[in-house]
């Protein structure tokens, strides 16, 4: 690999990094094609800037929905016709019989899940539903999922595998936030979407556990934009959604989606 290819990129990404890139080599060189485990946003941007430094290989992203956060990639040779490969993509659908289970967040299902032993690779977008839940999963995996996946947060469930053609998507549940900062920083916005001090923030920042835009973040003075998405590891995202002009007394108007 070309040592200048790590100089864009944080040095804990660099497996991925060394990952992709032999992706893309074997698509290029040798004609393969590869289909990933589902990769955030921020790994999707790295694997399509390594392919564009080759002329010859291309990549195509599915999640199962227009929006999509999670998505796994097909790498391969330009001249390959891609629209009608496979992309392994299936329905975990998650029902109870329990109407406490509607009470249920994303994050009961995400810890539920990955309780099973597997990586988050496997898992694509977690749907939220007024009856259950759809989760998008690799197809090699889904029996797997299905067979092992009994309760969520203590409560008794049934599982279905259903065609990716039957997702059904829910919106991304936000707690609307309206916040008063001394400045645009990360550590100052963070602090007050936490609710814990400048002192607490720091910590995990400066630990490497907090990403900005799903690439990670440790200056705790870097500037927040509208459209940033935050997230700190054990504490939870949030999304900057306006910056609304300043107070009397200087101080910058935020408003903040923390996601529920």
Known sequence: MRTDIYEHFHPDERDFVD?????????????????????????????????????????????????????????????AYLDGEDMG???????SADQKFLQLDHGD????????????????????????????????????????????????????????????TSDVALQMMDLTVASLRLDGIASDVYRLSRSKILTPIKAGRCKVNWKVAEDPSKMLQAGDVVSVQGLGRFKVMETDGMTKKGRFRVKVGKFV
């Open 89 to 95: 993509l299936v329905v975990l659908s998650i029902t």
């Open 109 to 168: 299902y995400m810890g539920a899940l990955l309780s099973l032993g597997l990586k988050r690779g496997k898992l694509g977008d977690i749907h939220v539903l007024d009856d259950g839940c759809h989760t998008v999963v690799a197809r090699e995996i889904a029996d797997y999922f299905s067979l092992h996946l009994h309760q969520v947060h203590r409560m008794n469930v049934f599982t279905d595998i259903l065609p990716i053609d039957q997702l059904r």
């Open 19 to 79: 990952k992709a890139w032999e992706w893309v080599e074997r698509a290029g060189q040798y004609h393969e094609m590869k289909l990933t485990d589902f990769l955030d946003p921020r790994q999707a941007y790295i694997l399509d800037t390594l392919a564009n430094r080759r002329g010859d290989v291309q990549v195509r992203m599915e999640g199962g929905s227009a929006n999509a956060e999670r998505q796994r990639a097909l790498i391969a040779p330009d001249y």
